[in-house]
Every structure is written in structure tokens, then in C-alpha cells.
């Protein structure tokens, strides 16, 4: 049954531009509240399956389009070169929250389910059958805390999986799991924001992305410009099947505002299981691409987005391009880079996307990815392969009826049927990327998948990981530095994420589940220094207490997919989030947020603050929500104080000033230079200056930002 929902999302205050004309301003101020959602509206409900969520209730089922049909052509990549419009939103903490369970819900068809190769590799003779040192594992640090799930804030959770995804920050901690996000202090835990909808973000730029909320999110930080990337996927829209929903933080602060972009990724087609990652020349993102049923897999594409003009709120295209078929086989499962060191990859250097081979276990699949802009975007791709086992987990109970998602083992009173999804045949997320420099550069990625234990009673899983190096060039192929399977005993082992530390050191967690281990949290790591192919010992991040339970409905999917990020700061801490139960059930899951270091690791340089106050010409007045940019990307925005305040990586750097909601654009001075030291404090002041002198009886004036005389004088700022 279609369900309605009546969301409020007005919430911003638009500012005028003085210099334009009267009528001018009232036709914009009438746009804007429609494009900003200040009324009520109804928001269509949905419910998901597949690889997003099983709701509670039931919704209104997706339509297929043409594509529905397998005997329909494919068409290929949807290459519409023309920019997409962002629109800017007032701070996100002004913003009212939908609440999590009013959120609209959309039913999807389950997609088929892609079926790994079937030729066998024989006993990996690298796997480590042995618990490890406890020195070569990363220590708590002592911040844990619950993400969005039950015990916090009251959430209540209505669908399964939660597709467990989260960032560290600068200063905050984003987790957006499946349709609901919160925002955290990284330092304390401590909720900012949240939980809320996903789509209570994109209810300024209205449409699709404002009425769906359809989930699996990505949470990504661009570390090169200290701002964040939030995307969740619409599927079943009309008259463009698949969109991408792109939010981009207009400054360091993920409660500030934001430039939102709705990208049409396929108009006729399903685009799945989109998986992202920051990249010097564009946002990148990978997906499935499946006929709008979902009953056929076509082909693995990679997306990009335009970050530079993203980052500046200005319109942004996207190019795309399928990755190459093996075998006569789509490629499934893969990855795109995603940058977590200070130093940027080797100047105009390609992406690297990876993947499983859809064709055998005997090989990776590489693809490094050239985008350049201009006039006439174009993207290439250079494709090899990567001489590498791997293979593909055991489903224990492995029935039709569940859809072979029956496969990992839990305690009673967990029954065979209860037995949870496995998620085989894809890297899990994320290949995260370091440039160590040197000459030639010194590149690693790590990258896990689930594969199978050595010979147990159940069978079981286990985490084969890896790191690949590349040494700067652009169409090279990643080699293989180090690879093993961590099997220390007969546990099932899956779901895993990994990163790598400035050091060298690695991080890796996971689920971990048996016939008499509840599904919990674990993790374990490695010293640069340790033997190659090695971890160290486990530990426990957050023991599970409950098991999932089909009969509720919930079905057998767990996780989707968790998050191990580094703090981009310190570049040594590592913020790790993943799905546990507090209790026997269904639709009842948690999620825990902990940080670990390895204590050898000596952090980076501290970065420095730049700090200020906007103020008004000639009226001295602060003025509010005005943004100052660095060259280097990083920002911040005015308080209702005037004052700004951001952190940023030591380094020197020019600065502006500027408010594009105001007509306050001129700043004074204009582009200075700022030097920003480890630890320490530069302060630097702006005067903005306006440029026209309106005034109209029939318009009340709030110049509250001015000299409060309740009239619009020149060069002062004002809101209509």
C-alpha cells in the first residue's frame, strides 16, 4: 500500500542580491522557496529489497521501463555532457530532521544474483592459520559509541540491511546507514545532528532526490580540500530511471550548508550497489548496471563527477564508461580509488578501479580511468589484469527459498534458515589509496574479499586481503606487494574493510559470526615492519548479543558493507563502524563507531587554524553565512557573529571572501595570502561591499546583517 508523508523543509532564509532589480528579486524569492520545499509536500513512500534494504511494511512496487525486457537492446553509457544545477542550502543544522521512520519508502525488485566463477584455486598456501602477534594489532583508544541504530536517539530502525557506511572528518564523525544519517564529534561521540532521512538533505533541491530515499549511501571526505561527499542512489524515478543524489559541504563543517546535485545515471536502466571515491580530477563511483527489473545484469560502469566545479557550487557534469567483459561476463564487485594521504597522486595520474574477475578466481581485474574536462569531456580506460587468487565464500545453508543469502552460521536460536547473507564476489569497500612519494612515487592500495576457510564442519569464511603498489604511471597495472587470508580458527570471518595508516601500518575489520560466536564486531591490523602477508592478533571492537532472526521478516541480509577510515588529521587514527544486535530479532540492529591506533605511530603535523570576522561596509556589522575559501579548497562559514574559524593543513595559501546568496561578492581585502602553521592561529578579517541601494514599500527588509535601520542602504547587505 502507497503511503504518503507531509515533510517540512522550508527552513531557509533566502538572501537577496542587491544589485539586481526589484522584480528580479521577488520572481527569484519565489523560485527559491519552491526549489527550497518552504511548504509542506507529499513525499511518495518506498520500501527496498535487493541489494538495498527489506522494509517492515509494505510500499509501492518500482515500474519497469523498456529495459524491463532482456530483448530490449542495450543502449550503453548515458553520456548527457550537459551541467547539472546545484542548489545551495541554508546550514544544515537549521534544517528540521525528517524523522527516520517518516521517510519515504519505495519496494524494489530484488537483482538477480550475480554468480561468481566456478573453477577452484585449492588450499591458498598464503593463508595465515595462526592468531598473530598482539603488538602487530592496532589498540583501542578508548572512544566508542553507538551509530545510528537502536540506542541512539531513539532510532528505531524499519528496514534491513543498514549498509553500515561512515567517514572521519576533521573534526566530525558522518555515518549514513542505508536511509538515515547522524553526524558526530569525532573527539567525543557526542550527536550534532541527526538521526534523520537521508533525503532530508535534498529537500532544497526538490524532485527526485528530495522525494526518494532509497539508499545505499556512501559517506566520503575529500581530503585535499576538507569537505565532504554524501551520495545516496534514486531508483524508479520518472521519466530518468536512475539518479545519483550528490551532496557536497560547501565548507569543512558537515552541519553547515551544502551544494546538492541530482545526476541522471541511467534513464532506463537500475544502477546498483554504487560504491564512491575521491579522486584529484573527479568524484568517482562505480556501479551495476541491471534492466530495470532487475532481472538481467548488463554490465559494470564507472561514473564521474566533476569535483572542481562541485566544490565551487557551480553546474557540474558527469562522463561514464562500461568496464570491459571477461569472458563474454559483466564485471561485478568493483572498487575505485579513494585517497586518504595528504600528498595527491602524481600529477594527472588516472584512477584505479578493481574488481574480482567475472571470469575466473585466478585474476583481479584492473582498469585505471583518464577524465580531462574542457570543452570536450572525455574518459578512457586502460584495462589489464592482476595475476591473483581469490575466491568466493561458502553459503552453508545455500537454499532457493532464501535466495542463497543463507549462509553464514549463528547460535540458536538462529535455525539454518536464520543463517546470514554472505556477500561473495565483490571487494568490499573500500580500496583505500596512499601516495607515499618518492621518486619514483611509492603508491599502495588494500582492498579485502570474502573467500573461503581452510576445512571445517560447517564450512567457513574468511578475509583474503591485499596491498597493490604502483609507481606513478597512468595506464601501469598495480602489482601485487602482499596478499593472504586471514583464517586463524574455523569462524566465519566476512564483511571486512581496510586502510592503511601514514606508517605503513594496516587496519582491518570485520564481522564475525559461528554456531557458537553471535555476530559481532572484530578487528585486527599489521605493523609495516611484521612479515609480509601476516596480520596481527584479534580483537574484539563490540561483542554482538543478538541474532537475526528470518521469521520476523528481516530476511538474511546483514551489513551490505561496513567503513574503516582514518582520521585525516593525524593520518594514524582508525575510526571503524559495523552492524551488531543487542538482542534476539529482526529489524533491531546497531551499529558501533570506535577509533584504534597503532601506538607507534607518531601523527602527523597538527594542523593550524585560520580565524576572522566578516564584517559589513561601511556599517561594520557582522555579517553571517559568508564563506571564505582557501586556494587549496578548505572553508568555512560565518557565524550569526561574523566570526569563522576552520582547520587546515599547514601550508601557505591565498583567501577569499564571498557570500553568493549576497551582493556582498567584493571583499577587502580581495585575495590575501595566509600562512598557516602546525598548531597555530592566523587570523585573517574581511569588509564585504555591496552595490545597490533598493527600496520598496510592499517588501519588508531585514538588514539585521547591516546597520539595522530597516532600510537598504548602499552598500550594505540585507534579506528580504
Keep these: 500500500m502507497k503511503k504518503n508523508y507531509s515533510t517540512r523543509s ?20 519565489l523560485l527559491a522557496l519552491f ?30 521501463t523498456s529495459q524491463a525486457d532482456a530483448t530490449v537492446p542495450y543502449r550503453g553509457p548515458h553520456n548527457d555532457l550537459r551541467p547539472v544545477n546545484p542548489v545551495r542550502t541554508a546550514p544544515l543544522r537549521l ?79 558522518v555515518q549514513w546507514n542505508n536511509t538515515s544519517f547522524a553526524v558526530f564529534n569525532k573527539t567525543t561521540g557526542a550527536l550534532l545532528y541527526g538521526p534523520a532521512a537521508g533525503n532530508t538533505l535534498f529537500q532544497p533541491l526538490g524532485g527526485t532526490c528530495a522525494q526518494h530515499n532509497d539508499g545505499d549511501p556512501v559517506v566520503s571526505y575529500d581530503i585535499l580540500s576538507g569537505r565532504w561527499i554524501l551520495s545516496q542512489f534514486a531508483v524508479g524515478a520518472s521519466p530518468d530511471f536512475s539518479h545519483q543524489c550528490v551532496a557536497v559541504s560547501a565548507t569543512e563543517d558537515a552541519t553547515g550548508p551544502w551544494y546538492l546535485y541530482d545526476f541522471v545515471t541511467d534513464p532506463v536502466n537500475f544502477i546498483d550497489y554504487p560504491k564512491t571515491g575521491v579522486w584529484p580530477d573527479g568524484y568517482y563511483m562505480t556501479g551495476r548496471v541491471f534492466n530495470a527489473a532487475g532481472t538481467v545484469y548488463i554490465n559494470g560502469r564507472v561514473f564521474v563527477f566533476e569535483r572542481d566545479k562541485m566544490l565551487q557550487g557551480l553546474p557540474a557534469r558527469q562522463v561514464q564508461k562500461d568496464l570491459k567483459r571477461y569472458g563474454n561476463k559483466p564485471q561485478n564487485g568493483m572498487l575505485p580509488s579513494d585517497l586518504d594521504s595528504l600528498m595527491p597522486p602524481p600529477a594527472g595520474e588516472a584512477a584505479f578501479v578493481i574488481a574480482p574477475d567475472p571470469a575466473t578466481t585466478n585474476k583481479l581485474d584492473s582498469t585505471r580511468v583518464k577524465v580531462t574536462w574542457g570543452a570536450n ?19 552453508v545453508n545455500d537454499t532457493d527459498a532464501n535466495n542463497h543469502r543463507d549462509c553464514v552460521p549463528q547460535p540458536a536460536p538462529a535455525t539454518p534458515t536464520d543463517y546470514l547473507d554472505n556477500l561473495d564476489f565483490r571487494l568490499m569497500y573500500r580500496l583505500a589509496y ?24 560447517p564450512k567457513h569464511g574468511a578475509i583474503r586481503w591485499y596491498e597493490f603498489r604502483n609507481s606513478g604511471g597512468s595506464t601501469t597495472t598495480p602489482t601485487v606487494f602482499q596478499a593472504s587470508t586471514y583464517d586463524p580458527d574455523s569462524a566465519y570471518r566476512w564483511m571486512g574493510s581496510i586502510a592503511m595508516d601514514k606508517d605503513h601500518n594496516i587496519a582491518l575489520g570485520y564481522s564475525k559470526s559461528s554456531l557458537s560466536i553471535i555476530p559481532g564486531i572484530y578487528l585486527t591490523g599489521r605493523l609495516s615492519t611484521d612479515a609480509v602477508n601476516t596480520l596481527g592478533a584479534e580483537t574484539t571492537v563490540f ?10 521478516g528481516a530476511g ?20 571503524y563502524t559495523n552492524e551488531y544486535l543487542k538482542t534476539n530479532g529482526g529489524f533491531n540492529w546497531s551499529t558501533r563507531i570506535a577509533s584504534y591506533r597503532f601506538p607507534s605511530c607518531t601523527s602527523a603535523p597538527a ?32 557565524n550569526a557573529s561574523g566570526v569563522y574559524s576552520f582547520l587546515v593543513p599547514p601550508g601557505t595559501y591565498t583567501a577569499k571572501a564571498a557570500d553568493a546568496d549576497r551582493n556582498c561578492t567584493s571583499a577587502s581585502p580581495a585575495n590575501p595570502t595566509v600562512t598557516i602553521t602546525s598548531s597555530g592561529t592566523t587570523t585573517r578579517n574581511f569588509r564585504m561591499v555591496g552595490t545597490s541601494n533598493l527600496e520598496e514599500d510592499s517588501v519588508a527588509i531585514d538588514d539585521s546583517a547591516g546597520n539595522h535601520n530597516g532600510i537598504i542602504n548602499s552598500n550594505e547587505c540585507a534579506n528580504l
Design 607 to 638: 594542523w593550524g587554524t585560520l580565524t576572522g570576522t566578516v564584517t559589513s561596509s561601511p556599517s561594520g556589522a557582522p555579517l553571517s553565512g559568508v564563506i571564505v575559501t582557501l586556494s587549496n579548497g578548505y572553508a568555512g562559514a560565518t
Design 556 to 575: 538474511n541480509r546483514w551489513g551490505d558493507y561496513s567503513a574503516m577510515t582514518v582520521d585525516p588529521v593525524d593520518q594514524c587514527t582508525f575510526y
Design 434 to 457: 596512499r601516495n607515499f612519494g618518492g621518486d619514483p612515487a611509492q603508491e599502495s592500495l588494500v582492498a579485502n574479499i570474502s573467500v573461503t576457510g581452510g576445512p571445517s564442519k
Design 377 to 395: 569531456p572525455t574518459i578512457t580506460l586502460t584495462q589489464t589484469q592482476i595475476p591473483v587468487t581469490w575466491d568466493s565464500a561458502p553459503c
Design 95 to 173: 534544517m528540521q530532521p525528517i524523522p527516520p521512520e517518516l521517510a519515504p519508502a519505495r519496494f524494489e525488485l530484488e537483482p538477480v544474483r550475480v554468480k561468481p566463477p566456478t573453477n577452484t584455486n585449492g588450499p591458498d598456501h598464503t593463508a595465515q592459520t595462526f592468531a598473530g602477534s598482539p603488538l602487530a594489532a592496532p589498540a583501542a583508544t578508548g572512544l566508542s559509541w553507538d551509530g545510528v541504530g537502536v540506542g541512539l536517539a531513539g532510532f528505531a530502525p524499519s528496514s534491513n540491511p543498514p549498509d553500515t557506511n561512515g567517514r572521519v572528518g576533521s573534526k566530525q564523525y
Design 35 to 64: 526549489a527550497f520545499g518552504a511548504g509542506s509536500k507529499p513525499i511518495s513512500s518506498t520500501v527496498r529489497s535487493g541489494d538495498g534494504p527489506i522494509f517492515k511494511g509494505s510500499g509501492e512496487r518500482i515500474q519497469a
Design 543 to 552: 561483542p554482538g548479543s543478538g541474532v537475526q532472526l528470518n521469521s520476523t
Design 10 to 29: 522550508g527552513f531557509i532564509k533566502r538572501r537577496i542580491l542587491l544589485g539586481f532589480s526589484l522584480l528580479l528579486l521577488l520572481g527569484g524569492a
